[in-house]
């Protein structure tokens, strides 16, 4: 079992420029990565998306917002839909981890494949047991890939990678996996050739895009899988770039707005704005050992932040609530991005119309008991008095 069984194909002309346009977005990518003020937390963000969209590739499973949620209850078994990608996150923290120092071994693709099925063992699956004959030329055959990926020959570093991940696919057996192992391992490629930008790359939601043509472009023709994978690159760079520029417009606006609104509270607000870009999930109780102030004014800080549009309250509940850093969640989840949560716009003051008088009542009248009495007549006008005669008047 030699790798590798197919033949390096020539780089055409339409091959190269699509690897200049991924090359280009690559080198974007590392820089905004590199620029970025939470890098560690948007790493985290990212391989948490990435787990959920390749769970998804071949069968459904929970939103994004629901594993976010188990990925904090870090105490508490996740449930449902959201166990697969869990486990898909955990392995790829264990591909992940020191690929660009060490190949992808047999040891190592079992330590991910026990991860991927549950398994407690570090060194389950194949792990820690004699090898068989198919399991020595698996062996074999990685040390070969890992020797194609790091020799400095005129293939570029994308083919390699590229011709790689097929040629996993189809040594791999296709009874014990589905597509993950393969994707966990053609991520540890990227970092292990030292690609720009290596660490902020997702490539599951472009193949989560385009399953079908994925599915059978991954196992069709060389050339033609070598076309559909660089353009995956260059989309995938592209995205995760804008993501981080996303990231960063949010925070400085965020920042502003707190430093603007909070008053006296300005300093425990960003004290707190700065927990929520590390772990955008937070109860008021972990708020208020960031505060240190007490329950009742940490509640307060919640309240204004919501009214801000930094918070969602995502529970429902009058009492144990919790809130998450909704706009920055927002960026990565993959159904908020297909459909986009309106923007909060602060209310506008509204011109109250001019109050009109009342209309007066009739008086009341008193009820009288017994026989009603007649009104009295109106009296009589007094008869007009002639006016005494003047002195002129007597002499005429």
Not at 90 to 101: D, P, Q, R, T, W
């Amino acid at each position: 079992m030699a790798f590798p069984s197919v033949p390096a194909p020539s780089v055409t002309a339409d091959l190269s420029a699509l690897l200049d346009r991924a090359r280009l977005a690559l080198w974007r990518l590392d820089g905004a990565f590199s620029a970025h003020s939470d890098a560690q937390a948007f790493e985290a963000m990212q391989l948490l998306r990435e787990a959920v969209l390749s769970c998804r590739i071949e069968s459904e499973s929970s939103g994004f917002a629901a594993v976010l949620a188990a990925a904090v209850d870090l105490d508490d078994e996740p449930g449902g839909d959201a166990i697969a990608p869990m486990r898909c996150r955990k392995a790829l923290e264990c591909g992940l981890a020191e690929a660009s120092e060490e190949p992808l071994t047999l040891d190592r693709l079992a330590a991910v494949e026990a991860a991927l099925a549950g398994d407690g063992a570090s060194d389950g699956g194949r792990a820690g047991r004699a090898k068989g004959d198919r399991e020595a030329k698996l062996a074999a055959a990685l040390v070969e890939l890992d020797e194609f990926l790091m020799e400095q020959g005129e293939l570029p570093d994308l083919v390699r990678i590229g011709i790689a991940q097929a040629q996993l696919a189809r040594l791999l057996p296709t009874g014990s996996k589905d597509g993950r192992l393969e994707r966990i391992a053609g991520l540890a490629m990227f970092r292990r050739i030292g690609v720009p930008g290596a660490s902020a790359l997702a490539m599951s939601p472009y193949f989560q895009s385009s399953r079908s043509e994925y599915q059978a472009q991954l196992r069709g023709p060389t050339e033609a899988w070598l076309d559909f994978f660089v353009k995956a690159v260059a989309q995938s760079a592209s995205e995760a770039a804008g993501m981080i520029r996303r990231c960063a417009v949010l925070a400085r606006e965020h920042r502003e707005a707190i430093s603007a609104g909070l008053g006296h509270a300005v300093g425990r607000g960003l004290r707190v704005f700065g927990r929520l870009t590390t772990e955008p999930v937070a109860t008021v109780s972990e708020i208020q050992a960031i505060t240190g102030t007490s329950y009742v004014a940490t509640n307060q800080l919640v309240a204004r932040f919501v009214d801000m549009g930094i918070l969602d309250e995502i529970t429902g509940y009058r009492r144990n609530r919790r809130f998450q850093y909704g706009p920055y969640v927002r960026v990565f989840d993959p159904d908020a991005t297909a459909a986009p949560a309106p923007e909060r716009r602060a209310a506008r003051p509204v011109s109250k119309p001019p109050r009109r008088p009342a209309a007066r009542k009739p008086p009341r009248r008193r009820a009288v008991s017994g026989p009603r009495k007649p009104s009295p007549a109106p009296p009589s006008p007094k008869p007009r008095r002639r006016p005494s005669p003047s002195f002129s008047d007597h002499l005429l």
